[in-house]
């Protein structure tokens, strides 16, 4: 039991690893199109990459599906 434990603990640790990587990446590309597209809005206090790339797609709507 012991070993499967630790185990578990080690796949979660890699997956963690995995996912914080993704993370990054998504983060960098974010700020690479903020930067591209809309570099007026990023010196705005209260502003980040994520808010600027929100606002130019057209606010805050879901993603069509289909």
Do not use: F, N, Y
């Amino acid at each position: 039991m012991l070993q499967a434990t630790r185990i578990t603990l080690c796949l979660l640790a890699q997956r963690i690893g995995q996912l914080t990587k993704q993370i990054q990446d998504l983060e960098g590309r974010l700020a690479r199109l903020a930067e591209r597209h809309a570099p007026q809005l990023l010196p705005v206090v209260g502003i980040g990459p994520d808010t600027a790339v929100t606002l130019l797609r057209g606010g805050d709507r879901q993603c069509d599906s289909g």
